[in-house]
């Protein structure tokens, strides 16, 4: 790889420009993809502050910090800051550094929509943050938004409305960015199914965003013109129906789930091989369990309305594709396992994490099993225990590895080793109080707590304490990460290009010297 | 102090594994008191127990390979793949039990979807935020809110403890009563937003729907208090109104019936008679803080931007007639209280704020007045818009 280092060498002569204009200005997938991750930790922090003050006023019964419709407000706005400002634009940065460098190109596709895309992320975030010094308030009627509730928004529903599709175009133009750099860019000899999980599952995840973000657009574009334009699409009263939005929405919102996973199942595939030091197994069933779970997404959707009243052939029907899930599902579990039996394993903090991701991803796929059985589920539904389910999925899931993806390839980005010890400091103290915040949640859930409640009966009272401790403590274990990240970007033991010991064999990016070069793979890399 | 010293004592309790003698929570769903729930509740744990043992397998060999296959013990790492046999296998185990899971949860949903041939029928309707019980077959028909105790206690910085409200957050004024051993169905619909009917020990919840209407049904086995809450996010007191069920013998329920259908025949009454100034509004009163105070604050200051204030409001501080009209019809957000109150309460409660809330109209108005509009509000609509 020493000849693509010195033909780089030679062409230095546009490197990046000076100050804030690089960054504004900036078409190179590094510097985007840069900016992407660092808005989505200061985002993960934002929605993180909002859910201590849920954790805060949840600590004991009785209201004492905050009035019901602020609590409500705080809810909704965690999820939509936690989805499309932190976990969305994680995966987009990982996909803009990564991607290129994994497949041999030179850049993205795209290169000047790439830099449009984060700017209109980063507007449509301030237009979502904006929302909590309206009069009235910020949205408070859930992420999900459902009329009639959302109607009764005071001034910032159409702000709200207008930064979803902010954030909606800002992510069809990076999946559409991703999808056409991994079909037209992949050096020769990188064929499709030669192609890192990662690249793979990410090439899956832009095809469900370019297929359900314009159903969501649509279905908060009918909430828009039922409050102002007179029609009633969700409104019973002038022929519409409310339980309309829900079909829409879902039909969004179960791919959009998939999003939110499918690229952390890639960074697991990418992870494990590497510290277990053995190819990943099923490569294969890997890449078509992927495409199986894209399919099941769109045929799922009512299974988060089984008690809205569907009639029995419907119930059935999402029941029985929703169990479904389970196998491909279970066939990545069973692929990683397999991966690192009989490896030499080592157990780094990129590692670490994916091992707790894995332990503690299938322990929130367990819950979605017994949620998909629609009779208990008629028990489970809008309860704590589908907090503790989703939660379970997405924080020790979908974040666990989102922090294990930086640790992986923080050294490529910087240069600098991270502090390994404090690196495994952060992950026990996260792992440890990840489970105490949300474990404690399924049995509130079970004995009959709902969720969206800013207090609650006595009997709940324990193991909302419980819960509330391990949030604080997980929200200040993060503090960690922050200043592990400052202080390797600020300097720190030089890392080789290879990094990881004998990941060369494992991916391009690590043929690269360390911090890999402002352009790379401007000849494109030999493919065996 | 003490509160705070005996959840220390359970906290460390619980740590120890030993605290399920002497506490009230639960760790897990309620068998329930419907057979119904506890169809429900063996599923649950069926379900559990199959994840579980999956649980114990896959992660036993996950661990075993952490601890085994290390490169700190020297194990060397083997090259292979793919297995074509293996990966057949673990598709296809769990595919069957999969359809072993879906045969009794199908059954199940059968069961509960078969609301045919009902001994009673109770229509139950979702306001914001309380619940109207309709007895469709003998005319009994009540609004049932959050209790003034806990309703009093929950408010910010009441500086009531929780613990120390009987039922906090779980007590209503009117509870609905039922008898046991009769298939109840229950119609379930809203008459503004999104809610949901939850008893867990009922074993289901379901959506009340404004303009469409849901079905479900139970049988109770056992005569007790059932309690449980809105499920469906529903605007700021989501929380805030719970549901209580009690399940009573056939003449005990007869004669709770019978008591109920007077109760209604007094309060009519009492709409027919002058009422002193004084008496509308000590009534008014009354009725303002069950009713209106959740939006518009105990004090009449309303939220602003959203709750309008009634101290100093140009509509209650204006014509009689404007105010009667936004209270009986509603207007955006604010319910159509025409349908929820009965005259005298209305008349009462109109008369209040004109008088209270820093309020000093000097007017008020006799359920006499009021009692004719609200007959006028039941009428069929004429269709006359076409």
């Known amino acids: 790889m020493s000849a693509v280092t010195s033909a780089h060498d030679e062409h230095d002569d546009h490197g990046p420009k000076k100050g804030f204009m690089r960054w504004l200005t900036t078409t190179n997938h590094k510097d985007i993809g840069t900016m992407y991750l660092v808005f989505a930790l200061v985002m993960f922090f934002v929605g993180g502050a909002m859910a201590l003050v849920i954790r805060a006023e949840l600590f004991e019964p009785g209201l004492q910090f905050v009035n019901p419709q602020f609590f409500n407000s705080m809810t909704t706005m965690h999820a939509l800051i936690m989805i499309f400002g932190a976990v969305m634009p994680a995966f987009a940065g990982f996909a803009n550094w990564m991607i290129p460098m994994m497949i041999g190109a030179p850049d993205m596709a795209l290169p000047r929509m790439n830099n449009m895309s984060f700017w209109l992320l980063v507007a449509g975030g301030v237009l979502l943050f904006s929302t909590l010094f309206m009069e009235g308030g910020a949205p408070a009627a859930g992420w999900t938004m459902y009329p009639p509730l959302v109607l009764q928004t005071g001034n910032s529903l159409p702000f709200a409305i207008f930064s979803i599709h902010l954030l909606g175009v800002s992510s069809i133009m990076a999946a559409i960015n991703i999808v056409a750099t991994i079909f037209n860019m992949r050096a020769p000899g990188m064929d499709l199914m030669k192609m890192p999980m990662f690249v793979w599952t990410w090439l899956i995840t832009g095809f469900l965003l370019i297929a359900v973000m314009p159903v969501f657009a649509g279905a908060v574009t009918m909430l828009l013109t039922d409050r102002f334009f007179e029609t009633s699409f969700f409104d019973a009263a002038g022929g519409g129906d409310p339980v309309l939005y829900q079909h829409i929405f879902w039909f969004f919102g179960h791919p959009e789930v998939y999003i939110l996973i499918l690229p952390t199942f890639g960074l697991a595939s990418t992870i494990i091989p590497v510290f277990a030091r053995k190819p990943l197994f099923g490569y294969h069933s890997m890449v078509y369990a992927t495409v199986g779970i894209a399919f099941l997404s769109f045929v799922v959707w009512a299974h988060h309305m089984f008690t809205v009243g569907m009639p029995i052939a419907g119930e059935l029907f999402f029941m029985y594709a929703t169990m479904l899930v389970a196998v491909p599902t279970g066939v990545k579990v069973f692929n990683w396992i397999a991966t690192m039996w009989k490896g030499a394993m080592t157990f780094e903090t990129p590692m670490l994490f994916t091992v707790a991701f894995v332990v503690l991803f299938t322990m929130g796929g367990f819950s979605g099993l017994m949620l998909a059985i629609a009779p208990a589920d008629f028990q489970y539904h809008d309860s704590y225990f589908i907090v503790a389910h989703f939660h379970y999925v997405l924080v020790p899931g979908t974040v666990f590895m989102i922090i294990a993806g930086t640790y992986y390839w923080l050294p490529k980005w910087t240069g600098h080793r991270y502090d390994e010890k404090l690196a495994k400091v952060h992950f026990w103290m996260s792992t440890i109080s990840v489970n105490v915040l949300f474990f404690p949640q399924h049995f509130l859930g079970l004995a009959g707590m709902p969720r969206r409640i800013p207090d609650y009966a006595v009997q709940f009272a324990e193991f909302n304490m419980i819960s509330s401790v391990g949030g604080f403590l997980f929200g200040f274990s993060q503090l960690i990460f922050l200043y592990i990240i400052i202080k390797t970007i600020r300097g720190g033991k030089k890392a080789t290009g290879e990094v990881w010991e004998g990941a060369k064999k494992h991916g391009l990016e690590w043929t690269l010297p360390s911090p890999a070069p402002y352009h790379t793979f401007e000849k494109p890399p030999k493919i065996k | ?386």
């Open chain 2, 1 to 386: 102090m003490k509160k705070t010293k005996q959840i220390f004592a359970h906290l460390f309790l619980m740590l120890l594994g030993v605290g399920e003698a002497n506490a009230e929570y639960a760790l897990n769903m309620p068998k329930g008191v419907t057979r119904i729930s506890n169809d429900v509740y063996d599923l649950h744990m069926l379900i559990l127990w199959i994840c579980v043992v999956i649980g114990i397998l896959v992660f036993g060999v996950m661990f075993y390979s952490i601890y085994y296959h290390r490169k700190s013990v020297g194990h060397k790492a083997e090259q292979f793949h793919d297995n074509v046999k293996v990966e057949l296998l673990w598709t296809v185990i769990p595919t069957i039990i999969l359809v072993v899971m879906a045969i009794p949860a199908t059954k199940t949903m059968l069961e509960m979807d078969d609301v045919n041939e009902p001994d009673i029928t109770i229509k139950v309707t979702g306001w914001q935020w309380k619940w109207e019980y309709d007895y469709l077959d003998s005319g009994v028909h009540f609004f049932s809110s959050l209790d003034a105790e806990s309703n009093q206690a929950r408010q910010l910085g009441s500086g009531i403890e929780a613990a120390d409200v009987d039922n906090y957050l779980l007590n209503v004024d009117n509870p609905l009563v039922i008898p046991v051993n009769k298939k109840i169905r229950f119609l379930l619909t809203a008459s503004d937003v999104l809610h949901a009917w939850w008893v867990p020990e009922f074993g289901w919840k379901k959506d009340n729907v404004p303009g469409f209407i849901n079905d479900a049904w139970v049988s109770v086995e056992k005569p007790g208090i059932y309690r449980g809450q809105c499920a469906e996010l529903c605007g700021k007191d989501h929380g805030y109104m719970p549901i209580v069920v009690i399940a009573k013998e056939q003449a005990e329920y007869e004669q709770w019936l019978e008591e109920k259908k007077a109760q209604a025949l007094a309060e009519a009454s009492s709409a027919d008679r002058e009422w002193s100034q004084a008496e509308l509004i000590a009534k008014g009163s009354e009725v303002y803080q069950a009713n209106c105070a959740s939006c518009h604050m105990a004090d009449g200051q309303g939220v602003p931007g959203t709750f309008p204030a009634l101290a100093g409001s140009s509509v209650v501080t204006g014509p009689l007639d404007g105010e009667v009209d936004m209270v009986l019809n509603g207007r955006g957000m604010m319910p159509s209280f025409g349908a929820m109150l009965n005259a005298s309460d209305l008349a009462a409660v109109i008369s209040f704020t004109r008088n209270g809330l820093s309020n000093k109209v000097g007017d008020s108005v006799q359920p006499l007045i009021i009692k004719p509009m609200l007959a006028a509000m039941t009428q069929p609509e004429e269709d006359d818009d076409w």
